[in-house]
Nanobody, 119 residues
């Protein structure tokens, strides 16, 4: 499965961004978002089944981010609100044959999109 992520950018603290990821096919069970800040390990952000019936989030999200899917477009989105400087990272979308939160659960990865939040 090929994944194409987009939507990153440079924003101010408190702003919102919506990331998009288009998959070449919907053969995996779940889609997820991870992020990696400079000098840090990649961390789980959110995951969703293609139906949207099952979602899960990283502990740090605390209601600020929402993952959603659009089956007609083979797309998954990450709506990020109330952005903070510590949200600055490269965000990756990924696809998994199981509904997991570990990086090792995901077998297909997009190229990443940079999100920079200025204070």
């Amino acid at each position: 499965v090929q994944l194409q992520a987009s939507g990153g950018g440079f924003v101010q603290a408190g702003d919102s961004l919506r990331l998009s990821c288009v998959a070449s096919q919907r053969t995996r069970v779940a889609m997820g978002w991870f992020r990696q800040a400079p000098g840090k390990e990649r961390e789980f952000v959110a995951a969703s089944s293609w139906s949207g019936a099952f979602t899960r989030y990283g502990d740090f999200v605390k209601g600020r981010f929402t993952i959603s899917t659009d089956n007609a477009k083979n797309a998954v989105y990450l709506q990020m609100n109330s952005l903070k400087p510590e949200d600055t990272a490269v965000y990756y979308c990924a696809a998994s044959p199981r509904f997991g939160r570990a990086e090792s659960d995901y077998v297909d990865w997009g190229q990443g999109t940079q999100v920079t939040v200025s204070s």
